[in-house]
């Protein structure tokens, strides 16, 4: 059975490994903080998928944590001119959707 929440947030891993890519030429921090925290949105869904009850909301929260931790790296980047805004766009609007089934799964 398809999990759309878990679809989207691997096509945002593959979206962002470019940027991951450029970004560790220009900040090695930054880079390893994206990768880590976009790792744990998939794990986390994955993982809540399985599971029941107040277990499940949990580990879909810490999902939505780490996506949002993603977005304000990306956000970090931009403002620091490591990356440009035209850059992470698409990742941004990815993260909004993904923000946006994260909430419905948790509420």
């Known amino acids: 059975m398809r999990f759309d929440a878990l679809e989207l947030a691997i096509q945002l891993i593959r979206h962002i490994r ?10 090695a921090d930054a880079a390893r903080q994206i990768r880590r925290a976009a790792d744990s949105v998939p794990n986390n869904l994955a993982e809540g998928r399985k599971r029941s009850g107040q277990d499940r909301i949990h580990l879909w929260r810490v999902a939505a944590g780490s996506a949002e ?5 990306l956000r970090v980047a931009v403002a ?19 923000a946006a089934i994260c909430w419905r799964l948790t509420h």
Request: charged content about 40%; glycine content about 2%.
């Open 80 to 98: 620091w001119g490591d990356l440009s805004e035209a850059d992470a766009r698409e990742a941004l609007q990815i993260l909004d959707r993904l």
């Open 69 to 73: 931790e993603v977005r304000t790296a």
């Open 18 to 27: 470019p940027l991951v890519e450029r970004l560790r030429t220009r900040n």
